[in-house]
């Protein structure tokens, strides 16, 4: 560690660095190696499915999550942080497979292969019914806590729009792009950030990326992330919109 940047200068944190590679450096004055993935559930069949979350049953409740799964099948756990989670099945309602799963905290809503968004009760989870009406299908989602409404952004195959998923209803067209595709949507402060390419990269083709973001009322351009780039995720933390 001699001659790294530390974490910071508080108690605290002034034993930690800021940086590693395969070490945990969080614990001040301990170094160790970060623990090894541990194998906590698994399927003979095809797992064939994207995404997963995590949430809260109520104040201080257990940490329940959300696995997309088999064919035709979710996955969940009431304890995620239990010694040995214990999980079970449920069936996507005849929906098609999982792409992508989101939560408000009451709901989880899941976007699926055969169209529409689906969801189940984080107090209850079971087999999924359909949220709004219509077969779009959506492969990203998030939810934005400060206006509570559910944002998602069409598959490639079905378009280029982003929408406002409606309960009961069709879907609100918040900005249709009309062409290229959108990989990568998230929330942060309010704004709904969305990568629009014009292709795909990793296809061999000069695609260009730009991210926009949302703010309720307007769709503004964020950055030009220029030619021969794709963005395929987007990930707000610490203040920070990672791209």
């Not at 399927?43 to 499915?49: D, E, G, N, R």
């Not at 995590?54 to 696995?67: D, E, Q």
């Not at 019914?129 to 069409?154: C, E, S, W």
Request: hydrophobic fraction near 40%.
């Amino acid at each position: 560690g001699a001659g790294q940047q530390l974490f910071g200068t508080t108690t605290e944190s002034a034993g930690s660095f800021d940086s590693s590679q395969c070490i945990d450096n969080h614990i001040a004055g301990e170094i160790s190696l970060v623990p090894a993935p541990a194998v906590i559930d698994s399927t003979t069949a095809s797992a064939i499915f994207r995404g997963a979350c995590l949430a809260r049953n109520g104040a201080g409740g257990a940490a329940r999550a959300f696995f997309g799964w088999t064919a035709g099948n979710y996955r969940y756990t009431n304890d995620i942080t239990a010694a040995a989670p214990v999980f079970a099945t449920a069936t996507t309602g005849g929906s098609g497979n999982v792409l992508d799963i989101t939560t408000d905290g009451t709901n989880v809503y899941f976007a699926v292969t055969g169209g529409g968004i689906w969801y189940t009760t984080v107090a209850a989870p079971g087999n999924l019914a359909q949220y709004n009406t219509g077969t779009v299908v959506y492969h990203r989602l998030v939810y934005d806590p400060l206006r509570k409404l559910l944002f998602g952004i069409m598959a490639p195959s079905a378009g280029a729009s982003l929408d406002r998923i409606n309960s009961g209803g069709a879907s609100t067209v918040i900005y249709d792009f009309a062409q290229g595709q959108l990989d990568a949507i998230d929330n942060y402060a309010g704004n709904i950030f969305v990568g629009w390419n014009t292709g795909s990269a990793f296809a061999g083709n000069n695609a260009r990326s730009v991210v926009y973001y949302y703010n309720g009322t307007n769709v503004i351009e964020y950055v030009d992330m220029g030619n021969g780039s794709q963005v395929v995720g987007i990930k707000a933390a610490f203040s920070n919109i990672f791209l």
